[in-house]
């Protein structure tokens, strides 16, 4: 059992360094966690645009506000592009910088709408760093990887809800949120996006 375990973790959760990149895609939610970290790899200067999505919740059919940080980020969001871009100007990062999509309500439109933006912009990047949730990071990344075919992605995790590949198994919740992962990376996908995300 623990092999499984251990196996199920290496899948799912994906961490890698940051390295010079066209782009930095940071995929939609509620956690201000994501575009503060896009932010510090936008100074950092390993990519001279953010990506932001996010329009409302499907299951809630609007945006239920940050999950974290509420004090600071206290505005009435209508979208989560609307809440990331507060966060990415209030961390200085210049609007000529952002750019994304505020229709999407699941990750599979985040990754296609951001291809959408990128194409708008005539922007085909062939490095690009994914910001995402540590326990996200798999469905994330074949996602963005189907949408940008020939694009080569870096993944970096941020913490969420405090899931971790060491503690993931620990907890009804973080079990939860993990196994979930698992299954729609089966369930969302074609045979054929399938193939082409494991070609």
């Not at 974290?68 to 989560?80: A, G, H, P, S």
Request: aromatic share 12%.
């Amino acid at each position: 059992m623990h092999h499984t375990l251990t196996d199920i973790g290496n899948f799912i959760f994906i961490s890698d360094e940051p390295e010079q990149a066209d782009a930095i895609f940071v995929v939609g939610g509620s956690l201000p966690e994501l575009p503060e970290l896009a932010a510090e790899l936008w100074k950092n200067g390993y990519a001279p645009l953010v990506f932001i999505g996010g329009g409302v919740s499907i299951k809630r059919g609007s945006f239920p506000g940050p999950r974290t940080k509420r004090d600071i980020y206290n505005k009435d969001y209508k979208t989560e592009y609307d809440f990331y871009r507060d966060v990415l100007l209030r961390a200085g990062i210049p609007e000529y910088a952002i750019a994304g999509e505020n229709r999407s309500g699941y990750t599979k439109q985040n990754a296609q709408f951001a291809r959408e933006a990128a194409d708008a912009l005539c922007i085909s990047p062939k490095r690009a760093l994914l910001v995402c949730k540590a326990f996200h990071a798999r469905r994330c990344l074949m996602c963005y990887q189907l949408a940008f075919p020939d694009t080569r992605f870096r993944v970096i995790p941020c913490d969420g809800f405090g899931i971790t590949k060491e503690n993931w198994f620990l907890s009804e919740y973080g079990m939860a949120r993990v196994l979930g992962e698992l299954r729609r990376c089966g369930e969302q996908f074609t045979g054929e996006e399938l193939r082409r995300y494991l070609s």
